[in-house]
């Protein structure tokens, strides 16, 4: 039986409300067990984690991996190797490919190139429309049964309300949630920033709160009157936030997730980085931000997700109306979000939830986005202390857009363990299939 024992490690597994100095075993991919005390098993590989904190493998809600259709931006063996660096040990892919993913020959794809090639586990969402078009439903129950872990038209909202109401309901019958971009489209037209003071000072064309707000609250009726689950991706207004606190308190089925630029950054990026900058939904106010946090801190906001949303130089080098929207997320996130804890705004632990058991819950999959015996052996060590300079020459992703170009941070992942194997070592990817040839796939003692 192969063992892996990560050895001394502060071990905060929030799924279990542990937090704890010891051990974790795994076994044959599988966790044995967390948080007690092991002997040295004759060949099992150990990794020293003293002075490390020691946690479930993170799980992303919210990335795109463009593959099929634009590899240019990301492929899934670069989109995977860079979430395996950001400590991500399951990365949902939103369905703006192309083809887009709207039939199960397409899921099919992803699904298997994941398996052959991924280094992390790649779990597909299905389009809710045919084309990512707004007009006629995907096969919600055949896309469940064949894989899909959640519907959306993600990069796009979906404009009709009866067709929202109708996704809702299949949803509802197919057990899964609807990842709700909300953006009212009439309003961001000619959207580009947030609109506000710096939008108008230069010169572009600003995209409102209220287009954000107005989207969550229609889908906040429609997942109540249908009983359906809802979860809100990249929420990023004041507004959203409390229209969300207050569905929860009447016990709508609804979920939250921010993004790590949202959850840190303000729309004066803008002023700085340019294109670099740019995203949808936008950067935006400090009270925004503060909102967000907030919503975090309480459990308003369930979870973290990077929209990790890698693009071309050539994307995002032009004018601010035509270049792309998105930022390159997964290498950065726990990085950037360890600011809000060294500066004591959000409890470490409460950090950890909304990227592991959080995240978990949303996907009901009780095996992932924890340490209990029998889940999976996805683990990730942190050096909560190091500091790091960014530097997107070193990215894994194909996407080298982050504002966060040269920004120093405290706080890094340092080894990442999928399935009981590690696949990342500080600043090494171990990889996997053909090319692991000749690299060594065990774990350096460390
Ligand atoms: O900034 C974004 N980029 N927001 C989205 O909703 C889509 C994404 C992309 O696909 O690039």
Not at 34 to 54: C, E, K, T, W
Not at 150 to 178: C, N, Q, T
């Amino acid at each position: 039986m192969a063992s892996l024992i990560i050895r001394g490690g502060r071990i905060i597994d929030p799924g279990q409300n542990m937090d704890r100095i010891g051990d974790v075993v795994i076994t044959d991919g599988k966790i044995v067990s967390a948080g007690l005390n092991h002997d040295f098993g004759g060949d099992s590989d150990v990794i020293d984690a003293r002075g490390m904190i020691v946690c479930p493998g993170f799980i992303d809600l919210h990335a795109h991996l463009r593959d099929p259709g634009y590899e240019n931006k990301e492929t899934i063996v670069t989109g995977t190797r860079a979430a395996a660096r950001g400590g991500f040990t399951t990365v949902c892919c939103m369905p703006n490919t192309n083809p887009p993913i709207d039939d199960e020959l397409q899921l099919d794809y992803v699904k298997t190139v994941a398996l052959k090639e991924g280094l992390v586990r790649v779990l597909p969402i299905a389009c809710v429309t045919k084309g990512e078009k707004g007009e006629v439903l995907t096969d919600f129950a055949r896309l469940a049964h064949a894989g899909a872990v959640a519907f959306s038209d993600d990069g796009r909202p979906v404009m009709k309300s009866s067709i929202m109401r109708a996704a809702l309901e299949a949803a509802r019958w197919a057990g899964v949630p609807v990842i709700d971009h909300c953006e009212d489209l009439s309003l961001t037209e000619k959207g580009y920033m947030n609109e506000g003071e710096i939008s108008h000072r230069l010169h572009i064309g600003g995209a409102p709160a209220a287009a954000e707000d107005i989207m969550v609250a229609r889908d906040l009726s429609l997942a109540e009157l249908t009983g359906s689950h809802i979860h809100i991706a990249h929420v990023s207004t004041e507004g959203s936030v409390d229209l969300v606190r207050r569905a929860k308190a009447r016990g709508v089925k609804v979920t939250a997730e921010a993004t790590p630029h949202h959850l840190t950054m303000t729309e004066e990026k803008v002023l700085t980085f340019g294109t670099t900058a740019k995203v949808n939904p936008p950067l935006r106010t400090r009270s925004d931000v503060q909102a967000v946090v907030r919503g975090l801190r309480e459990g308003v906001i369930d979870a973290v997700a990077t929209d990790h949303a890698p693009h071309t130089k050539e994307d995002k080098t032009t004018d601010f109306a035509h270049a792309a929207f998105g930022i390159s997320g997964f290498e950065t996130a726990l990085g950037s979000l360890m600011g809000l804890v060294h500066s004591g705004t959000l409890g470490l632990g409460r950090l950890i939830a909304a990227m592991t058991c959080g995240p978990a819950r949303i996907l009901r999959k009780p095996d992932l986005g924890n340490l209990k015996p029998g889940s999976n052996g996805d683990v990730v060590l942190i050096d909560i202390d190091r500091e790091w300079v960014v530097d997107v020459s070193k990215f894994a992703s194909k996407g080298k857009n982050s504002p966060l170009e040269g920004t120093r941070l405290k706080g890094k992942v340092m080894v990442t363990v999928f399935g009981g194997k590690v696949v990342y070592q500080d600043d090494i990817i171990i990889a996997r299939g053909k090319e692991a040839a000749g690299v060594a796939n065990k774990p350096s003692l460390i």
